[in-house]
């Protein structure tokens, strides 16, 4: 099912990289935010050394790549280069894929180290989290798959605007899954663009995959490497019946099933966003929302 687009709409994407769809109705909204650092708590990780590759929850695996040539000191490149020859234990619906499995962690750098090694310790880690029989039963109640869960979970850490929200945003996600209606989120279109600014509003007939304000159901693929906060959301999402939300202002999130609800709570983001009184939001703020039609 295709979303009905109103006339005299335009897409944007925001200084923070998310995409908007800006229409005469309501609109969907979430945040990508920083989130803690998780730690790979063991003896020998410390008595690694100093050096040490961070990798934040959410990342995606280009960014993860990148990271691992500079902390090898490689020619750029050389990471992507590797997946080949890694060997990496992926599932098979990833098809080689590793994004969603480059688990977000602090990772010893070993002397000896290489690009390869790295991946799969990140991979390896990503399975003894993932492969567990609470994430298994949390996507069997979902009617979803490990590996779709995965790709939920990448949706909820680039869309939540705080932990706090995260299971709520998870059961918006899989309410409109189970209504059969498109996620509407600019977070995956985004991603297929790989951009993080710029004009989108060419892009908002894109035939790609990842493009949910078109395509019902999930992109093909994760859309970040999520940490085990979002996968707990999505494992174990609160119960309501939510369909949309938009960030007000930071640390106000507005969750409901009511489209005129929504409608309002949106009037109410723009007349804050424009308002001269308003300061600039800092980085790290909620982004502006993206459009989200009504349920038919």
Same mark, same amino acid.
């Given at each position: 099912?295709?979303?009905?687009?109103?006339?005299?709409?335009?897409?944007?994407?925001?200084?923070?990289?998310? /995409?908007?769809? #800006?229409?005469?109705?309501?609109? /969907?909204?979430?945040?990508?935010?920083?989130? !803690?650092?998780?730690?790979?708590?063991?003896?020998?990780?410390?008595?690694?050394?100093?050096?040490? /590759?961070?990798?934040?929850? &959410?990342?995606?695996?280009?960014?993860?790549?990148?990271?691992?040539?500079?902390? +090898?000191?490689?020619?750029?490149?050389?990471?992507?280069?590797?997946?080949?020859?890694?060997?990496? =234990?992926? *599932?098979?619906?990833?098809?080689?894929?590793? %994004?969603?499995?480059?688990?977000?962690?602090?990772?010893?750098?070993?002397?000896?180290?290489?690009?390869?090694?790295? +991946?799969? $310790?990140?991979? @390896?880690?990503?399975?003894?989290?993932?492969?567990?029989?609470?994430?298994?039963?949390?996507?069997?109640?979902?009617?979803?798959?490990?590996?779709?869960?995965?790709?939920?979970?990448?949706? #909820?850490?680039?869309?939540?605007?705080?932990?706090?929200?995260? &299971?709520?945003?998870?059961?918006?996600? $899989?309410?409109?899954?189970?209504?059969?209606?498109? $996620?509407?989120?600019?977070?995956? $279109?985004?991603?297929?663009?790989?951009?993080?600014?710029?004009?989108?509003? %060419?892009?908002?007939?894109?035939?790609?995959?990842?493009?949910?304000?078109?395509?019902?159901? +999930?992109?093909?693929?994760?859309?970040?490497?999520?940490?085990?906060?979002?996968?707990?959301?999505?494992?174990?999402? !609160?119960? &309501? @019946?939510?369909?949309?939300?938009?960030?007000? =202002?930071?640390?106000?999130?507005?969750?409901?099933?009511?489209?005129?609800?929504?409608?309002?709570?949106?009037? %109410?983001?723009?007349?804050?966003?424009?308002?001269?009184?308003?300061?600039?939001? *800092?980085?790290?703020?909620?982004?502006? *929302?993206?459009?989200?039609?009504?349920?038919?």
């Amino acid at each position: 099912m295709q979303m009905n687009t109103p006339p005299r709409s335009t897409m944007r994407l925001t200084r923070r990289g998310k /995409l908007v769809l #800006v229409v005469t109705g309501a609109v /969907l909204a979430g945040t990508a935010v920083a989130v !803690p650092l998780l730690s790979l708590a063991s003896g020998r990780a410390e008595q690694a050394g100093p050096r040490t /590759l961070v990798i934040p929850e &959410g990342r995606r695996a280009s960014q993860v790549y990148e990271a691992v040539d500079k902390a +090898l000191a490689l020619p750029p490149g050389s990471t992507r280069k590797s997946l080949g020859k890694a060997g990496l =234990k992926l *599932p098979k619906e990833a098809q080689g894929n590793p %994004e969603g499995y480059l688990f977000p962690a602090v990772y010893p750098i070993p002397k000896g180290a290489t690009p390869a090694s790295l +991946l799969r $310790l990140m991979v @390896d880690t990503a399975g003894k989290k993932f492969d567990t029989t609470p994430v298994a039963a949390g996507a069997q109640r979902n009617t979803l798959n490990v590996y779709q869960t995965v790709i939920v979970a990448s949706i #909820v850490q680039a869309e939540a605007t705080a932990k706090a929200d995260m &299971g709520k945003v998870a059961r918006v996600i $899989l309410n409109r899954l189970q209504r059969g209606m498109p $996620l509407q989120v600019g977070s995956t $279109l985004n991603y297929a663009l790989n951009r993080t600014g710029g004009d989108a509003g %060419e892009h908002a007939d894109s035939d790609s995959p990842y493009n949910s304000y078109r395509r019902v159901g +999930l992109p093909p693929t994760p859309i970040g490497n999520p940490g085990p906060e979002a996968m707990h959301a999505v494992t174990n999402p !609160p119960s &309501g @019946d939510w369909l949309y939300y938009v960030t007000v =202002k930071p640390g106000d999130t507005r969750f409901t099933a009511d489209y005129a609800e929504h409608v309002r709570n949106v009037a %109410e983001f723009n007349a804050r966003r424009q308002s001269p009184a308003q300061s600039p939001q *800092p980085s790290g703020s909620p982004r502006q *929302p993206a459009v989200t039609q009504p349920p038919r």
